[in-house]
């Protein structure tokens, strides 16, 4: 018994419940015959996945989901043996090369190269190419996304990539203008509790619209969570009712409370106590930029208008310097403390005015 | 009119009277007078002496002071009113005591001795002259010796009351009344005793320069008859016995007792201009100096030939004026400064209160006002010598360690707290509470911060003499000095150990001409190797080892290292190694015992390493461990040959392999010393008593020494002789090894104070001038390793005898450039004001350096525990700087990623700057909590932990999920532990299959369960695990054991054979497994199964098993058809 979320996922371009438009131009660029490299972005929880695993059965046909995993062993140049774990059909391979962290280069300089080299045998009844899925391309090192300008080229006749990002900032221009860029927005409020009423249909359940476009809210738009939401929320109290708890992720909560604990008391103490909530995020490896937003979301809720401003020029600073530095803590934790440093000059400002 | 004129003639004419005196009853007085002090009657002498070791700085300062008066009264007469006019309204009672007797009594009786004193007589008048106010103003002065419990103060009363009525009198006050003579009997004696020392001194400078001149005082030379008899008698007698000599000396004591009592009243007549010209301590050392000149007469040659002696008083006294002169101001800022505090002051119970307060105020204290804003004065080199300090508050422009410094840099002592010893209270802007109203009980003088520069200014120094005098009054002062510091110890010496002392002297009036040279010499080198510490006399015999010593160093000067020829001769001698508890004395103990412990009746017990007062009876071996240059290998050789054990040792310029080993300790057993045959006449001496010494166990390495240390393990197990070892780093990993059957004896650095003494005694003795600074810094600077200090300071005097601070500070800072700090101590110094303050930007971007790959780190995780000075204790300043730093980090943290990811190494002088010397100097303060190790490599090997464990659990749960291992990690971990641990908890037994099948459904293992458990884990959140029933879980796991999983991964090979060996009861586990092996080969690459998939397994179970790794295999190859087989 799967979760909502995996059990009611649409499998066929015609199925998915929203960007319609982009589905039929999918479908119409498979029954072309043919397509250019892929760069599918946008948040995460927006279908990305979903609609490459559509567009993917589109092309090859029901095949594609006989999926299997499979170790690949890799050399480094300095004799360090890798291993990398792909996700493959007959018809194509799924990768995540930054599962190796730094020596993501030699995979695609191996394994992408290796698999887009050889030719399809028998071409009858399939597409004269596969397709490679690379997936978190924007976690990718430069040195791996220039090891992979060639190959894209190169291989063309009898590859295809489909490359998979978050945000396409990181992904160096090279490859973008390679690629068709292929955007997927994150669903609407709206989509998201017409959906989730769907999906609670197909359960057999009702759910009160106004339950649906509150967990719609509450996922930050993340049609994943939204759903895995919606199946706590039924698991925590059924039948539905309009005003009930919906129950967030255990971070998040800690997230909020890390933020509250920081416009509660500006102090060194203080601050030495959020840092230990910072790291115990960071372990459990709550992306950096997430930590930023979620602490910007929680304390602009108490900033004056200048202040705001400040404030978010502070945390979108920070966040710029955290992507060119590599201690996540020290960004954060220097927002922190500058934030301390303007709220309570703020605060105290505030009072002299008041007495 | 000039007092000089006074004197010079006066000092002459008492050197001419003691002139045709032969030389050894000069000298033979200088015994008496050292016996005066020192073994006069007993409860007197104790009050005396306790006031030597006590107040020799007062004294001094007394009578410096009183100088400044008599200056007063002779040249400014008429300006002394004005001074009158303060005291008076300062004390009201009047006590002059002490300071009126010096003056009043002893011309009298020096008349009476001397009839030449005619010069000295019109001195007096000038003094009586202006005896009442000069009475007044020495009440004023004296006003702090009335606290002094340990001055006679029925006495002072007494003097005073005499004075009182006629003080416009002509004749000096020689008669003293006999209450007043007796109660004075201790001062006076005392006094005398110097007095006489000083005549002695000047009488042997006449004697130099002058051989034959004047007339003699018939009493004088009938006195000084009397004295050598005595002393003659003293010599015969030292000859014979040490009892008779005892006996003698006893009766010399009674003597002296009865000669004191006598002359008590001609001691009073010493002029007061004598007695204030010099101060006590000065003549004793000048005595002590001179005879110390004649014992070595190569230095003596030399120095006289510098020297004029005829000069000597005269020029010194000169000097000495000049202190009155310069004595004035500080004075009068004295007098301000005490109104202005007493304002100040606050009750006491008020203080109680807010002692907190207080407290926090001393931490956020600023630093100086306006620092660097007063020109610091150039003073005389040693003008503030003996004088003591107390610093307190905040100066306008000096730093408390600045003040310090400059204080200890012109021979003043700083003291924490105030004493009596104490001279001034420096005071600045919110002084010590305490301090002020302690102050204030002692009378003690307060100066502010320019009343301590004019101080500086104003004083002229002790070396301040002129150009021919140079040499011999800087050694004069360096030695007084040195007594100073050694005073008490001499003291003990001295009169715990007659004995002692008496005992050699049959040896010493051999070696040198005369007893009087040589009991003075035995003073001085007992005073200079008077601490315990001292490196090369032997304290059984202090003399003749400090003259063999000498004779060492003046023979085999150029040949010998420092080191060899200042070698401690006995244990005793070792730096830092004399307390009972010192480890020194515990493998003392612990050799002598060492047969009886090891193969006596009783056996020793293995104490518990935690046990104190071990006496490492249980153990065979003894390993000492320290830094180097501590003396563990001076004190285990030391202590072999005090208890007579014949060593054998092997350092690591042997080869010390196992075989070698086995070798030496066989033939060591068998062998014995044949010094013994030459040695002793006839008689069996050899020793058979041996004792292995392994130097430098942890340099037991490399091929050559290959099982060295288990050797020695299996040799200190078997070993019937005690074996020593040695090493330097007690944590090396082979060591530790080691010290478990060892007596583990740790050395730790010696404490400046006690290396100071012993080197300065070496510098001496080498004729090197160094200040007592000066050595400290190079003892810091070589890091309290006494061999470096030896070798230092060998090399520096080579280039120049006269060592000064500066110089030293230099040469130390230098030195101490080699000295690796540990990332704790930087990150301290980093933070610490007080440690960086005197650092520029080069020094303190090198403390990153000391390690900088987690020095940075270690800066990150303290800098707020910091309390930044700059703030001032203001929150939002606090705050500000906090976020400064944590700026500045984080730019530190940019350039770290520069440099590691494009090897930019270059960099790291700017990653200092960010990362350690803003942080620095934005947070500098002090560290208000303990310096903790960064947590950042914990948690970010937790990350990385829990990263490996997301990307396990996303390839096992890839074919279910859409999403990346982020969204494992924040998405899925929760709803899928839940969907295991719901039913577990809400059905208990029941819920197990459904818990079971919440596994399978995303194929999750066993361990992933755990580590989804981990992962989903947050502080604060309870554990789901935590409310089921531990049958439950137990049953959980059984039932998924039981059951067969498809999984579509290859299960790692050892989660694979535990599997096997849990599922084993059940068969059909076993061709599952195979079963699922061959679907590998057949299909070169598993297929996802469902449970439908277990029907087939009896048909393939007859299959071979095949290798794993054909799982493995790379399967971008096409697939053939029986792909369809394991479809869903």
Redesign the interface.
């Known amino acids: ?3 909502w ?2 059990k009611h ?1 649409p499998k066929e371009l015609g199925k998915l419940d929203y960007h319609l438009e982009q589905a039929g131009h999918l479908k119409k660029l498979v029954e072309c015959g043919d397509f250019p490299h892929l760069l599918v972005y946008g948040p ?2 927006a279908g990305k ?2 609609r490459i ?1 559509c567009l993917l059965r589109e092309l090859y046909g029901p ?1 594609v989901e ?8 890799f050399q480094t140049p300095s004799k360090k043996k890798l ?1 990398i ?4 059909s ?1 018809y194509h ?1 799924e990768v ?1 090369p930054s ?1 190796v962290g730094f020596y993501d280069r030699v995979v695609v300089q191996e ?1 992408i190269k ?2 887009a080299s ?1 030719q ?3 071409t009858t009844g399939q597409r004269h190419f596969k397709v490679v899925v690379l ?2 391309v924007d976690k990718l090192t430069k040195d791996a996304q220039h090891a992979l300008r060639r190959t894209m080229e190169k291989y063309m006749a009898t590859c295809r990539l489909v490359l998979c990002a978050n945000s396409t900032s990181k992904v160096i221009p090279a490859i973008r203008s390679r690629c068709l860029g292929l955007r997927v927005p994150a669903p609407t409020v709206e989509t998201i509790a017409q959906i989730l009423q769907c999906v609670c249909k197909k359960e057999g359940l009702s759910l009160p619209s106004e339950l649906a476009t509150r967990i719609a809210e509450k996922s930050n738009r ?1 049609l ?2 939204a759903i ?1 939401m919606c ?2 929320c039924k ?1 925590h109290q059924y039948p539905f009712s309009s005003n009930q708890e919906i129950i967030t ?3 998040e ?2 997230l909020q ?1 890390t933020a509250s604990k920081v416009v509660e008391e ?4 203080r ?2 106590e959020v ?1 230990e909530r910072i ?2 995020l ?6 950096p930029e ?1 930590i930023f937003k979620g602490l910007l979301r929680e304390m602009v809720k108490f900033c004056d208008g200048e202040v705001k401003c400040e404030v978010t020029r502070l945390a979108a600073y ?1 966040e710029h ?1 955290l992507h ?4 996540a ?3 954060i ?2 927002f ?3 934030f ?3 709220y ?2 703020f605060l ?1 400002e505030n009072m002299s005015k008041m007495f | 009119m000039d007092i000089r004129n006074y004197f010079s003639p006066v000092g002459a004419k008492k050197k001419s009277g003691a002139s045709s005196l032969p030389k050894k009853d000069a000298k033979k007085k200088n015994v008496i007078i050292d016996s005066d002090e020192d073994d006069p009657p007993p409860q007197v002498v104790k009050r005396q002496r306790i006031e030597d070791s006590d107040s020799d700085d007062d004294i001094f300062e007394i009578t410096s002071k009183k100088k400044s008066d008599k200056k007063n009264e002779e040249k400014n007469k008429n300006k002394s009113k004005k001074l009158k006019s303060l005291p008076k309204s300062e004390s009201p009672k009047l006590k002059p005591a002490a300071a009126a007797e010096f003056f009043g009594s002893n011309p009298v009786s020096r008349k009476e001795k001397k009839s030449s004193s005619h010069t000295k007589e019109e001195v007096i008048e000038v003094i009586d002259d202006g005896d009442d106010d000069f009475s007044k103003t020495l009440a004023q002065l004296d006003e702090e010796e009335t606290h002094k419990p340990k001055k006679p103060i029925s006495d002072s009363k007494a003097s005073h009351n005499e004075e009182k009525p006629k003080p416009n009198e002509n004749s000096p006050p020689n008669k003293i009344k006999p209450e007043e003579k007796h109660s004075n009997l201790s001062q006076s004696s005392k006094l005398s005793a110097r007095f006489r020392a000083f005549e002695c001194r000047k009488r042997e400078h006449e004697e130099a320069s002058i051989p034959k001149s004047t007339k003699e005082d018939p009493k004088l030379l009938h006195r000084d008859k009397k004295i050598k008899l005595a002393s003659t008698e003293k010599i015969v007698e030292s000859k014979d016995e040490s009892v008779t000599k005892k006996d003698s000396h006893k009766e010399e004591k009674a003597r002296d007792k009865e000669r004191e009592k006598k002359k008590s009243d001609e001691v009073r007549g010493i002029t007061p201009k004598k007695e204030k010209k010099e101060s006590p301590w000065k003549v004793k050392d000048e005595a002590k100096k001179t005879t110390e000149n004649k014992i070595t007469p190569k230095k003596e040659i030399k120095e006289s030939s510098k020297k004029k002696p005829k000069n000597t008083p005269g020029k010194k006294l000169s000097s000495d004026i000049e202190i009155e002169v310069k004595k004035e101001s500080p004075k009068k800022v004295d007098d301000g400064s005490n109104g202005h505090t007493e304002q100040e002051s606050t009750p006491q119970d008020e203080k109680k209160n807010n002692a907190r307060e207080a407290y926090m105020k001393f931490l956020r204290r600023s630093g100086p006002a306006n620092p660097g804003s007063k020109v610091i004065p150039e003073g005389k080199p040693g003008c503030l010598q003996g004088l003591v300090f107390v610093l307190s508050g905040v100066y306008d422009s000096l730093d408390r360690e600045e003040a310090a410094e400059l204080i200890k840099e012109y021979g003043g002592r700083v003291t924490t707290s105030i004493s009596r010893n104490t001279s001034y209270l420096v005071l600045g802007s919110e002084p010590g509470q305490s301090k002020l109203t302690k102050a204030e009980q002692l009378g003690t003088k307060q100066l502010d911060e320019d009343g301590l520069l004019d101080l500086i200014r104003t004083l002229p120094g002790k070396e301040s003499k002129p150009d021919n005098k140079m040499d011999q009054s800087k050694a004069s002062c360096k030695l007084k000095a040195f007594a100073r510091e050694k005073k008490p110890a001499v003291v003990v010496e001295e009169s715990v150990t007659p004995d002692d002392t008496q005992l050699v002297k049959p040896s010493s009036a051999v070696s040198t001409p005369s007893p009087k040279k040589s009991k003075a010499f035995s003073q001085v080198s007992v005073s200079s190797q008077g601490s315990p510490a001292s490196t090369s006399s032997a304290s059984s015999s202090p003399r003749t080892q400090s003259l063999s010593s000498q004779e060492i160093a003046t023979r085999a000067g150029d040949v010998l290292m420092w080191v060899d020829k200042y070698k401690p001769a006995s244990v005793k001698n070792i730096i830092g190694q004399q307390g009972d508890r010192s480890n020194v004395r515990k493998l003392l103990t612990w050799l002598k015992n060492w047969q009886l412990n090891q193969f006596g009746d009783k056996k020793p017990t293995r104490p518990s390493p935690w046990a104190k007062g071990d006496n490492g009876a249980f153990f065979k071996a003894a390993l000492l461990s320290g830094p180097p240059g501590v003396g563990k290998t001076t004190s285990a050789h030391l202590v072999c040959k005090e208890l007579g054990f014949d060593v054998v040792e092997l350092n690591a310029s042997d080869a010390r392999s196992k075989r070698t080993l086995e070798n030496v300790v066989s033939e060591l057993l068998t062998n014995k010393v044949l010094t013994g045959y030459a040695t002793s006449q006839g008689e069996d001496k050899t020793s058979a008593r041996h004792a292995l010494l392994m130097d430098e166990v942890d340099g037991m390495s490399g091929n050559e020494d290959r099982g060295g240390v288990q050797e020695l393990i299996g040799l200190i197990k078997k070993a019937k002789i005690p074996i020593i070892a040695m090493c330097n780093d007690r944590n090396h990993p082979k060591i530790r090894s080691l010290a478990n059957h060892c007596f583990d004896l740790r050395f730790q650095k010696p404490r400046i104070e006690q290396i100071r003494g012993p080197m300065m005694s070496i510098c001496f003795r080498e004729g090197i001038k160094i200040k007592p600074e000066a050595l400290d810094q190079v003892i810091l600077g070589a890091n309290q390793d006494i061999r470096q200090i030896l070798h230092h300071l060998t090399v520096w005097s080579a280039a120049e005898k006269n060592l000064q601070a500066d110089d030293m500070k230099k040469e130390a800072e230098r030195a101490k450039k080699n000295i690796k700090k540990g990332p704790w101590d930087v990150c301290r110094t980093v933070f610490t004001l007080s440690e960086h303050k005197d650092m520029n930007i080069h020094q303190k971007a090198d403390l990153f350096f000391h390690d900088y790959s987690i020095g940075p780190l270690f800066v ?1 995780e303290n800098y ?2 910091v309390m930044p000075r700059e703030a001032g204790g203001k ?2 300043a ?3 700087l ?2 400064k ?3 500045s ?2 730019d ?3 350039v ?2 520069l440099i ?1 990811s494009h090897n930019a190494w270059s960099l790291l002088p700017t990653q200092a700057i960010f990362s350690s010397v803003v942080p620095g100097t934005h947070m500098s303060g002090h560290l208000s909590a303990q310096i903790e190790f960064p ?2 490599l914990g ?1 970010n090997s ?2 990385n932990k ?2 490996r464990l ?2 396990e659990l996303h ?1 096992h749960m ?10 494992v ?4 971990s ?3 532990r ?2 295991v641990t ?1 039913p577990l908890v809400k059905n208990g037994m029941e819920g197990v299959k459904e818990a079971v ?2 596994m399978t ?2 194929d999750l293992l066993r361990e992933d369960l755990d580590a989804l458990l981990e ?2 884990q ?4 309870k554990d789901p695990m935590m409310n089921v029933e531990s049958k439950v879980k137990a049953a959980f796991t059984r039932t998924f054991n039981k059951d067969s999983h498809m999984s ?3 299960v790692p090979t050892i989660a694979k054979k535990k599997k096997v060996k849990v599922g084993e009861e059940a068969y059909g586990e076993e061709e599952e497994e195979e079963e699922e092996e061959d679907d590998d080969i057949a ?1 070169s ?4 199964q469902k449970k439908g998939a277990a029907a087939k397994k009896d048909v393939q179970s007859g299959k071979e098993k095949g290798g794993a790794s054909s ?2 295999g ?6 053939k058809g029986r ?2 087989k394991g ?1 869903k």
């Open positions: 018994m799967s979760l979320v995996d996922r995460p929880g996945k979903t695993m095949g006989r999926l299997r995993i499979e170790h690949q062993n291993e774990i792909t996700l493959a007959n391979l995540n599962d394994l290796t698999c050889t399809q045998l028998d997936t978190e993340n994943r969570r895995l199946e706590a698991v992720p255990d971070w909560v800690f409370d500006q102090s060194p103490k601050l030495l840092r790291y115990e960071l372990t459990h490896c709550i992306p997430v920070h310097r060119l530095g590599s201690k803590i020290y960004h934790e220097a922190i403390a500058s301390m440093a303007l309570k000059k105290e | 990150q707020p525990k929150r939002v606090t705050l500000e906090l976020a730093t944590a700026g980090l984080a530190g943290d940019l770290e990623k590691r947590r950042w948690n937790r990350r829990f990263d997301m990307q390839m890839r074919l279910n999920i859409s999403g990346s291992k982020l969204d990690g924040m998405d899925y929760g709803p899928v839940d969907s719901r099948e919440g459904t995303y992962l989903a947050w502080p604060g959140v579509p991964f290859a299909t690459g598993m297929i996802k799982s493995k790379k399967g971008g190859g096409v697939p792909g369809g479809k």
